[in-house]
T-cell receptor, first 111, second 115 residues
């Protein structure tokens, strides 16, 4: 089955700096890669996603890049704000169209 | 639009006892998922239903976990008997039919503590 690795597990940045979270996946048949944000005690919420026929996608301060050859994808957050502090999960949709999640990255944005 | 509803939100039980969680997906969503999220980890899929049929339950510990979605809407996840390692948040999620992106929408979760 699919295996998703996510790094780093924790990330601390100063407000206004950029944050980058990286994920690798194992199943070359995966074609959908969403990112979820989970605040403490809350449900995971979809923030951005990308399909395998696209190399990059942007939505305001958030962007995701995908390298299918290397089987890795990344989340980029620019001009970070304290409200960006949360746990971020990447995921990949492999065989059977089921999502496999990475282990999560705890992002802390210091004011 | 109402979200995915789950109950109870919190449950504390002793090991070897049983517990059941209920989920009502977003109206019209054919696919329903149960995920287990252990503290500090990503969600792990336990079972996926398409209407009232099981699509995948390969990671469901079938000796103690069971799930059903009899009428293709609500679902129940049961654990019997519970073990200490079952302490986790049980997230129900759903996705609409014919959604090629597999966008899934999570409920708030049911927090289980086994003591």
């Amino acid at each position: 089955g699919e295996n998703v690795e996510q790094h780093p597990s924790t990330l601390s940045v100063q407000e206004g700096d950029s944050a980058v979270i990286k994920c690798t996946y194992s199943d070359s048949a995966s074609n959908y890669f969403p990112w979820y944000k989970q605040e403490l005690g809350k449900r995971p919420q979809l923030i951005i996603d990308i399909r395998s026929n696209v190399g990059e996608k942007k939505d305001q301060r958030i962007a995701v890049t995908l390298n299918k050859t290397a089987k890795h994808f990344s989340l980029h957050i620019t001009e970070t704000q304290p409200e960006d502090s949360a746990v971020y999960f990447c995921a990949a949709s492999g065989a059977g169209n089921m999502l496999t999640f990475g282990g999560g990255t705890r992002l802390m944005v210091k004011p | 639009e109402a979200g995915v509803a789950q109950s109870p939100r919190y449950k504390i039980i002793e090991k070897r006892q049983s517990v059941a969680f209920w989920c009502n997906p977003i109206s019209g969503h054919a696919t329903l998922y149960w995920y287990q999220q252990i503290l500090g980890q990503g969600p792990k899929l336990l079972i996926q239903f398409q209407n009232n049929g099981v699509v995948d339950d390969s990671q469901l510990p079938k000796d103690r976990f069971s799930a059903e979605r009899l009428k293709g809407v609500d679902s129940t996840l049961k654990i019997q008997p519970a073990k200490l390692e079952d302490s986790a948040v049980y997230l129900c999620a759903s996705s609409p039919p014919r959604d090629r992106r597999n966008t899934i929408y999570f409920g708030e979760g049911s927090w289980l503590t086994v003591v």
